[in-house]
């Protein structure tokens, strides 16, 4: 059986006359770091949308774990929350909720009491260290808390991959090297497979690999 967790093959994408994604082929093993490396406008988020069942290719395949991806929003959304967990570059945070009720979000669908799901909530922020923070909201956080948050709210559906686009974007250097060797750490310790795009080649140069793309088309 493959190690595979998720595979694309041919993907094209196009918005009008530009094309996004030009036949791109790539896989995702399982528990390893992949780095998708490219400069603003090449493609990578396209790429990332499109593996994450977020957007959908113009041609081309995307299995998981040896199954073609589901169609329509619902059947999506679902394998997306039993198997997916995305990190954003702006934290995608709501606003009015605290840090322990926007980690629980995605556990709502689920079927579990309030306890179990505050409790799961609370466990995925003690991982990323932000136990003592459950009750603050958005705005009390510094930007370096609320991406933990935001992470701690992708891996509590305990997924086997994480795609992550440019999650130390909107922070300074130093607060960005905590966020990447917390990703580090939590990979190891629960074995979930880890994409990020970035254009920052300190990211990708702490991956397991990377393949960069540019014009829509992996050229390295």
Known sequence: MSDEVLRAEGLRKSFGTVTAVAGVDVSVRA??????????????STLLNLLAGLDSPDAG???????????GEDALAQ???????????????IPTLSAVENVAVPLYPLRMSAAERRARAERRLEQVGLGH???????????????????????VG???????DEPTGNLDSTTGKEILDMFQRLR?????????VTHDDKVAAAADRQIRVQDGEVVG
Request: net charge positive; charged share 20%; glycine share 14%.
């Open 188 to 196: 190891k310790e629960t074995g979930f497979a880890l994409v990020v």
């Open 133 to 155: 923070r459950t009750g603050h909201r958005p705005g009390q956080l510094s930007g370096g808390e609320q991406q933990r948050v935001a992470i701690a709210r992708a891996l």
């Open 61 to 71: 395949t995307i299995t998981s774990m040896g199954e073609e991806l589901p169609t």
């Open 158 to 164: 305990e997924p086997s991959l994480v795609l992550a």
């Open 31 to 44: 528990g390893e770091f992949l780095a998708i490396v490219g400069r603003s406008g090449s493609g990578k």
């Open 79 to 93: 394998w997306r929350r039993d198997h997916v967990g995305l990190v954003f570059q702006a934290f995608h945070l």
